[in-house]
């Protein structure tokens, strides 16, 4: 769904591909994009060395599966390959782009996108660190307020402008300005004041301590050049974007693809793979079939192809498969100015009315864990001991009762006032895996007197004209969550405007002081006392269910050489994958 990127954003896909960079992008939901790492460059250039950070990224490390470790890696794909250039690699993906501008993306599929067009001034590396992109170097003051940036020398936009601390005091200004229609201004709002010192030194002051400060600077930066007095919403780089990434944009077939070509003139040196091919096929089971025709190189499997679909030896010679608990999870968010969903008590019985277990185990075949609230299990700031909803439709059924849902008049449907218990829950088309948790939910509403109707619409209009227009009852859909804990954008009560990721209309004063203290505050201790107990009241309130935390499956072409499974993932070093000259299929 939605995307921004310092701490958390929405999952379009089953699980689609993200090469890239694990970037930061637009604050306060860190879309993992994915990291392009600096190994040296294809063309023989020595890439910039990564200044070391001021303050280590949380550790993480997960309890089950450890992320980036491969189910399954074939002989001779390894990193050792000297890298060469040339290929294309074409990229499977359910939904399109909606815009290319980062500041205005709220979906996976165009921060993808805009992620291999663009840089941040810092992104993640590998091992989920924060390190410099087209920042060289910073220094933060004593009191934390201040960050100075050190630009890299030599950058250049892709229409061969020289990339200058104007662009980055630009970019600020633009997603601050009231007229931007972002979600993601409320981190740079926290800025006192911006200033490009020189061409290559750009520094930020805050008001006060802002946790996020750092992480939020990789928001994807705009060219002052081509965007100086226009309107931004108007503006031809939605379409055909201009950055300092990797990939050069070539052309965009709504609906079908978008294409991207490797910028020979990348500042850390030029990616391996000549092509990157997007293609948009809004259902899996067609998108697998393409995979193994050989018209695709990468795109995330579902469980069920996973574990039985892709063991044929010759389905292991052509492909590898790797595995890797998710960085997002999936939920049933309610909109809460809906009568129905206006209680807390009616939320909590849905909750205990659906088996989360069952879904785990028969849609993601045991490729996931049971979610408990809005963090992945395995990191620093998650809360082990929160109210938990088992399986329980008796108890589903009493606290209805409580709120006055009974089947009075014998139909099998439970009542109140005359009016049955009956909505509408949406999904996107084209992710089975949704589809299917939708119908084992139906099936357990049922159960207990609730009739629960499905329906899934077109990804693009979904978001447009459902979500953003808050025209839903309730919806399936899923969140790619960050390094950082800040769910501000999410939960906070001033974030439910048009565009805002807050869509649900949740409002409860203590979050937003919880959220306020937590990004505040430098000291870990304060902000894991302040998560741990938003942690507690979101699992009393049941905004939403929080339904499982899935495992990325994602298969690559086995021609692909250089990947190298991490805790990022394996696209973070994505322009020094390469594909051995007597290997290559598509000429540039």
């Keep these: 769904?939605?995307?921004?990127?310092?701490?958390?954003?929405?999952?379009?896909?089953?699980?689609?591909?993200?090469?890239?960079?694990?970037?930061?992008?637009?604050?306060?939901?860190?879309?993992?994009?994915?990291?392009?790492?600096?190994?040296?460059?294809?063309?023989?250039?020595?890439?910039?060395?990564?200044?070391?950070?001021?303050?280590?990224?949380?550790?993480?490390?997960?309890?089950?599966?450890?992320?980036?470790?491969?189910?399954?890696?074939?002989?001779?794909?390894?990193?050792?390959?000297?890298?060469?250039?040339?290929?294309?690699?074409?990229?499977?993906?359910?939904?399109?782009?909606?815009?290319?501008?980062?500041?205005?993306?709220?979906?996976?599929?165009?921060?993808?996108?805009?992620?291999?067009?663009?840089?941040?001034?810092?992104?993640?590396?590998?091992?989920?660190?924060?390190?410099?992109?087209?920042?060289?170097?910073?220094?933060?003051?004593?009191?934390?307020?201040?960050?100075?940036?050190?630009?890299?020398?030599?950058?250049?936009?892709?229409?061969?402008?020289?990339?200058?601390?104007?662009?980055?005091?630009?970019?600020?200004?633009?997603?601050?300005?009231?007229?931007?229609?972002?979600?993601?201004?409320?981190?740079f709002e926290q800025v006192e004041t911006a200033t490009a010192v020189d061409p290559l030194t750009f520094r930020v002051t805050y008001r006060r301590p802002f946790a996020p400060a750092l992480a939020s600077w990789g928001l994807g930066i705009l060219p002052e050049h081509l965007l100086t007095g226009i309107d931004i919403t108007d503006s031809p780089l939605a379409r055909h974007p201009v950055g300092t990434g990797p990939y050069r944009f070539v052309e965009w077939k709504t609906g079908t693809e978008i294409v991207l070509t490797a910028n020979d003139d990348y500042f850390e040196g030029r990616p391996c793979i000549d092509r990157y091919r997007y293609r948009v096929i809004p259902d899996t089971a067609t998108m697998f079939l393409e995979l193994k025709a050989g018209n695709l190189d990468w795109m995330g499997l579902t469980p069920i192809q996973y574990d039985r679909q892709t063991t044929a030896a010759r389905f292991t010679r052509a492909f590898n498969k790797y595995r890797y608990l998710?960085?997002?999870?999936?939920?049933?968010?309610?909109?809460?100015?809906?009568?129905?969903?206006?209680d807390r008590t009616v939320r909590q019985a849905l909750s205990y009315a659906i088996n989360k277990r069952e879904l785990v185990d028969g849609v993601l075949l045991?490729?996931?864990?049971?979610?408990?609230?809005?963090?992945?299990?395995?990191?620093?700031?998650?809360?082990?001991?929160?109210?938990?909803?088992?399986?329980?439709?008796?108890?589903?059924?009493?606290?209805?009762?409580?709120?006055g849902w009974e089947d009075r008049d014998g139909d099998g449907l439970l009542d109140r006032g005359g009016t049955p218990f009956s909505f509408t829950l949406l999904t996107n088309q084209g992710n089975t895996l949704r589809a299917q948790t939708a119908e084992i939910i139906q099936r357990r509403l049922a159960e207990i007197g609730i009739e629960m109707k499905i329906r899934i619409i077109e990804w693009s209009a979904f978001i447009n004209e459902f979500i953003d227009k808050r025209k839903f009852e309730a919806v399936i859909l899923g969140w790619t969550t960050g390094q950082d804990p800040d769910l501000y954008d999410i939960w906070h009560s001033g974030k439910t405007g048009t565009k805002e990721l807050n869509f649900i209309g949740y409002a409860n004063p203590e979050v937003d002081d919880l959220l306020e203290r937590g990004r505040?505050?430098?000291?870990?201790?304060?902000?894991?006392?302040?998560?741990?107990?938003?942690?507690?009241?979101?699992?009393?309130?049941?905004?939403?269910?929080?339904?499982?935390?899935?495992?990325?499956?994602?298969?690559?072409?086995?021609?692909?050489?250089?990947?190298?499974?991490a805790p990022a993932g394996i696209s973070h070093n994505f322009i020094r994958w390469h594909v051995p000259p007597a290997m290559q299929l598509y000429t540039r």
């Design 326 to 342: 998710a960085f997002s999870y999936t939920y049933l968010g309610y909109n809460l100015s809906h009568p129905l969903f206006a």
């Design 520 to 565: 505040h505050t430098f000291n870990r201790d304060e902000r894991l006392t302040c998560y741990r107990r938003l942690q507690e009241i979101l699992a009393e309130e049941q905004p939403y269910t929080f339904l499982y935390v899935p495992e990325s499956l994602p298969v690559v072409a086995a021609r692909f050489h250089g990947i190298d499974p």
């Design 1 to 187: 769904m939605h995307t921004p990127v310092p701490a958390t954003t929405p999952d379009v896909g089953p699980t689609t591909p993200r090469p890239g960079k694990a970037s930061l992008s637009p604050p306060a939901v860190l879309l993992l994009l994915l990291l392009l790492l600096l190994f040296a460059a294809c063309d023989g250039r020595a890439p910039h060395d990564a200044p070391e950070t001021p303050a280590a990224a949380p550790p993480t490390g997960n309890e089950q599966s450890a992320p980036g470790k491969p189910a399954a890696v074939a002989a001779g794909n390894t990193v050792a390959a000297a890298p060469v250039s040339g290929d294309t690699i074409v990229v499977g993906s359910i939904g399109d782009a909606s815009t290319l501008i980062p500041l205005l993306a709220t979906d996976a599929s165009s921060h993808q996108i805009a992620g291999l067009v663009y840089n941040g001034l810092v992104r993640y590396d590998k091992n989920l660190k924060l390190e410099g992109e087209l920042a060289e170097s910073w220094e933060i003051s004593a009191d934390g307020l201040t960050i100075t940036f050190h630009l890299r020398p030599g950058v250049r936009w892709h229409d061969g402008k020289p990339f200058t601390a104007a662009d980055v005091l630009f970019t600020y200004q633009t997603i601050i300005d009231p007229k931007t229609p972002t979600a993601y201004a409320g981190d």
């Design 366 to 403: 045991g490729h996931g864990r049971v979610a408990t609230g809005p963090y992945k299990p395995d990191t620093w700031f998650y809360n082990p001991d929160v109210r938990r909803y088992p399986h329980d439709p008796d108890k589903a059924r009493a606290l209805l009762a409580a709120a």
